[in-house]
C-alpha cells in the first residue's frame, strides 16, 4: 500500500472539510418542500400501512422510507433533523469514492481534484439537503462501483457486490442501471466473466419480484402518467443544462424563479473541461499498458447517459432527470479530473487548475454572500398557520379552499396535527379555468379532499390562492363572493413574481375584523 505524502493528507482534510460544511450550511433555512413532505408523510405511516402507502405512489422502492422512519423515531421531525439523513449519506460516499480510485490506480491528484469537484458540485449539495434518496443512491452506486472494480480487476467481493446491488435496487429504480452498466462492462471487457454476473443480476432479479408483484397490483389504483408525465424528453437545451449542473460549483437551481446556471462560471469552466478532456484523448491513443480506468468509468458514465436519454424517448414516458443521474456524478467529474491533471507540461497544467480553483472560489464566495433563498411554497405553511376569522372554537373546524394542490398539500402537511382545527379542499374549476396539474396529493391519502363551487355552503371558509399571470389569478375568490360572500381584510407574501393570497371569507359581514 503506497504512502500518501502529507501534503496529500493536509489537502484531503481541507477538501472533506468543505465537503461536510456545504452540505450542513443554511440546512434549515427553507421548509420542507413538496416531495420531502411525501417522505416525511409515508415515514410517519404505521408499519402495517406504509409499504402499501409507498407502493401506491409507484415510483420508489420502500427502503430509503424505512430508514427515515427509524430516523423519526430517533429525533422527531424537525427540519434539520430529517435533512441531516441524506447529509450523513452524501459524506458517508466519500469513502466508496476513495476505494474506488484507489482500486482504478488513481493518481493523488486526480483524486484530489475530483473529490474537490464533487464536494463543490452545486446539485450534489442541493440534493444532499433534501429529504429523498438521491444521496443514499449516490452512495450504494459508488459502493456497488467500487466492489464491482475488485471484482472486474481481482476477482473478489462478488458476495459483497451482490447484497448491495440487491440493497441499492431496494431504493431506487435507477438500481438497475448500475447493474446493467455492470454487465456492460463484464460483456465488453472480460466476457468469460459472464455466467457470474449474470447469476448475481437473476438473483437480485429474484429477490426483487415481491416488490414488483406489489407495485403491479396497486398500479391498478393509480396511472403513472400522473407521477412522471411532467418530466420532459431531453433535447439539446437539456443535455446543455444537464452539461451546467455537471460542473457548476455551489450553485443549483431550486426554483423557476431563478436563472438555471451562473454562466459567467460554468461557460469558461465549460470551455476548460472540454479542451483538456480533447487534450487527454488525444494523449490516450498513444499510451499502451494502462489499467483501462477510462474504459471502466466511461460504462459508468457517458454510457449510462446514452441509455437514459434512448430510453426517455423510447419509453412511454422520459426517464430523465437530474436528480436519478447522480449515479454518474462522480466517475463522470473524476474523468474530467484526470482529464485537467495530464497535461503534458506542468506551468500550463497549473494554470489551469488555478483558473478552475478561482472560478470554484468565485462561486463560493458567492454562495456564503447570498441571502438565504425564500421559496414561494413556504408561504403557504406560513399564511395558512394564521389564526384565522373562524379560530373561535364557536366554528371550528376552519375550511380551507384553493385550487392548487400544491397549496393544498402544504396546507394540509402544516397543520397535520390540527385535523380537527382545519379541512383542506382543493376546488375543483369549471371547464375553461386553470386547474393545477403540476402536482397531485398522494394516492392513498385522504387529508386533501375535492369539492365543486356550488358544494361551498360553509358561514366561514378561508381561501388560498395565488396570483402571477393571466392563468393564474383569483378567480376563485371571485367565484366565492359571487355566491354572497364577503371578502375580510387579505393576508399575502410576495415572491419574485408571485403573490399568494389567504382571505377568510364569511356571508355575515359583521363578523370581520375589516371589511376588503
Known sequence: MRRIPYTYLALYFVILTIFVAVRFWRLGDS???????????????????????????????????ILLKVWISIGGDGVVWVRSLPVIFAC???????????????TLAATALSLFLIACNGSLIKYAQEVRMYTMLMFLSLCSMWLF???????????????VNLITVYLHYFGW?????????????????????????????????????????????????????WIRRPGVRVLFDYCFDLIEPFYFQVSSAEPASIYIITIPLLLIILTSVGVFAANRRNEQGEVPFVGFLLVFSAATLTAVFAASWLLPYSVWGTRHL??????????????????????LRTAVLTFVLLLCGYSG?????RESPQYVWCGWANLITEAPLAGDQTFPPVKVYTSENLAAYHAWFTTRRESQRFRIFTVKAPEGEFIDREYFPPRGFDGVNWAKIDEITDEHIVLLYRIEQ???TDWLRLRIEEKGYTACLPSSL???????VRVEMTKNPGTCRSID
Not at 406504509?50 to 407502493?55: E, G, L, Q, S
Open 177 to 229: 442501471a448500475v447493474i446493467g452498466c455492470e454487465v456492460f462492462a463484464i460483456l465488453i471487457f472480460q466476457r468469460v466473466k459472464w455466467r457470474p454476473i449474470a447469476l448475481m443480476a437473476g438473483i437480485v432479479l429474484a429477490a426483487f419480484l415481491p416488490w414488483a408483484y406489489i407495485v403491479v397490483q396497486t398500479a391498478k389504483e393509480g396511472h403513472l402518467g400522473e407521477n412522471i408525465e
Open 31 to 65: 421548509c420542507l418542500w413538496f416531495d420531502e413532505m411525501f417522505s416525511v408523510q409515508a415515514s410517519e405511516q404505521p408499519w402495517a400501512d406504509m409499504f402499501r402507502f409507498v407502493a401506491l405512489d409507484l415510483v420508489h422502492p420502500p427502503l430509503f422510507y
Open 92 to 106: 458517508l460516499s466519500v469513502v466508496p469514492f476513495l476505494l474506488l480510485c484507489r482500486e482504478l490506480k488513481q
Open 494 to 500: 410576495t415572491y419574485g413574481v408571485s403573490t399568494i
Open 326 to 347: 447522480i449515479i454518474i456524478v462522480a466517475p463522470m467529474l473524476l474523468l474530467m479530473a484526470n482529464a485537467l491533471t495530464r497535461f503534458s507540461t506542468r506551468n
Open 365 to 369: 464566495y458567492s454562495m456564503v454572500a
Open 149 to 163: 472494480a475488485r471484482y472486474f480487476y481481482r476477482g473478489k467481493s462478488f458476495v459483497a457486490l451482490l447484497l
Open 470 to 472: 393571466p392563468n393564474l
